[in-house]
Structure formats: C-alpha cells, structure tokens
C-alpha cells in the first residue's frame, strides 16, 4: 500500500504543480487575429541591404516564402507578410 501510495503522489505531483502561464499575445481589434508588427532602428545599413538581409530570412524561415509574402516591393523597401 505504501508503494502505491507512492506512486500516484510522484505521478501526479507534476501536474499538481504545474501553472498555467497567462501570455499575451497583440490581438488586432478589428480582424481578431494575432499581429506583431515593430519598428527597428538598424545603424549603418541601408535600405536595401537590410531588404535584401529581410528577404533572406523569409526564404530561410519558410518552406515557400512566396507562399507567406503578401508584398513584395523592393523599391519602397516593403515586405508584407501573414
């Protein structure tokens, strides 16, 4: 009896002490969906470089980044995507 009494403690001590978290995450009011959008101040590059840097990621991060890319203008310096 001990043993099992044991047991069930150390097998459901870990979900006793778990917590949920409470995370925030920027919800657009308009559409209800999750944005994150943010302003970075990048010393010593241009824009084009820091597009072509952009670009780059997305074809890193993503099986198909045509597929996520909703914009795409290198003039501008603009990548736009869901």
Do not use: H
Request: hydrophobic residues 40%.
């Amino acid at each position: 009896m001990r043993y099992s009494l044991k047991l069930a403690f150390l097998l459901t001590f870990p979900f006793i002490s778990l917590k949920a978290q409470e995370i925030k995450l920027p919800v657009d009011e308009e559409t209800g969906k999750i944005t994150y959008s943010e302003v970075v101040q990048v010393n010593r590059k241009d824009k084009d470089e820091l597009y072509i840097s952009a670009r780059e990621w997305f074809v890193k991060s993503f099986k198909s980044s045509q597929d996520v890319i909703q914009l795409n203008d290198k003039e501008e310096g603009i990548i736009v995507c869901r």
